[in-house]
């Protein structure tokens, strides 16, 4: 007699689960994002507007956006100590000359602490701009480079013993094994894995069609996901229409929490990068989380073949600086592949 199944079992292929296909097939599709044009008309306005009133009326506008306190406070403090430290009072006195006297005196300062300190100043004289106070934005070219440390993407073998331990006969087990090859084989960011909803996924096509309302960058992405990828993605969905259907619920969210609601919530840590953290700790792997999977996801397709551009056009980024920031490419890799065109 067999053993009646609950709405959390589930009757699952585990041949399908697999870590190693990722797609070498990346052609992904973006909307370039729309230009703001500003009035010519617009003149500048700072001859009689202090320092203290304006930044009174940007802490209003940071306040009334949602922005927290402690931030508020950060500018209004940063934004004071400049206009203290090169001497003015009026916006109208601000100039380049001034940002730079501003990064003169911080000689003893370290990069990153400067590169802080320039971009809350900056933060608060595009408020300026944007509320008509300033004609150009002459600040935007003053820019700090500093190296980052290239963060380590997760191990193929941590994820391949994470796969095998979760039990995929049981809803949040298939939910979790699910995700993670999503994220592996397509890269996406885990606030748009809890955007993702059934109309996102082309069966006919095997592709995932993220619209720019999902996006951080709001820009269009198409990525393929292979056979296997797909019959898993139905599996879930099929799920979670039970899971919906007991808990009464109304979505089409294809990652859900166990009572059918969708995984994003106040927190910005969604369930699954809380699941993931956990399940580190627990069976001791290190560097398991959505963002180090993220990473894997862009050194393997470098190391298939794909090329840089390529590699940021499928994660989404804004330009190919961020996207070499991913790639943990070790000083042999640069050495051997720059021999190779002698």
């Avoid at 004071?80 to 730079?100: C, G, P, Q, R, S």
């Avoid at 995929?168 to 996406?188: E, H, K, Q």
């Avoid at 885990?190 to 993702?196: D, E």
């Amino acid at each position: 007699m067999s053993r009646k199944l609950g709405i959390f079992d589930v009757n699952v292929n585990n041949s399908l689960i697999q870590l190693s296909n990722v797609s070498n097939q990346f052609l992904p599709q973006i909307q370039p994002r729309p230009v703001l044009n500003y009035p010519q008309s617009r003149q500048e306005n700072v001859q009689n507007i202090t320092i203290d009133s304006a930044l009174k009326v940007i802490s209003q506008q940071l306040a009334l956006n949602g922005r927290r306190e402690r931030t508020i406070k950060d500018y209004n403090y940063q934004f004071k100590k400049f206009a203290t430290d090169t001497n003015v009072n009026y916006l109208h006195e601000i100039t380049k000359e001034k940002l730079y006297e501003c990064l003169s005196l911080m000689e003893n300062v370290s990069p990153v602490s400067k590169l802080n300190r320039i971009k809350t100043i900056k933060a608060v004289l595009g408020r300026c701009f944007d509320n008509g106070w300033y004609y150009t934005n002459f600040w935007k070219t003053i820019q700090i480079k500093v190296d980052k440390k290239v963060k380590n993407g997760a191990n193929e073998n941590d994820l391949n013993v994470l796969l095998t331990l979760l039990d995929t006969s049981n809803f949040i087990g298939l939910r979790d094994t699910v995700a993670i090859l999503v994220l592996y084989r397509c890269g996406i960011r885990s606030n748009t894995l809890g955007l993702l909803e059934e109309k996102h996924i082309d069966f006919n096509t095997n592709t995932l069609v993220l619209s720019g309302e999902i996006m951080k960058n709001h820009n269009l992405l198409k990525l393929p996901i292979d056979d296997q990828m797909a019959d898993l993605l139905k599996h879930l969905i099929k799920q979670n229409e039970i899971i919906r259907k007991h808990y009464k619920q109304i979505n089409s969210y294809v990652f859900l929490t166990s009572t059918g609601k969708t995984i994003n919530g106040k927190s910005p840590s969604n369930s699954i990068s809380k699941q993931l953290y956990k399940y580190a700790k627990k069976y001791g792997l290190e560097n398991i989380s959505s963002h180090a999977i993220r990473r894997s996801y862009a050194k393997s397709l470098l190391e298939r073949g794909a090329s840089v551009a390529i590699i940021s056009k499928a994660l989404g980024h804004s330009n190919l600086e961020v996207t070499s920031q991913y790639l943990d490419i070790s000083t042999e890799e640069v050495s051997d592949t720059l021999r190779s065109y002698l």
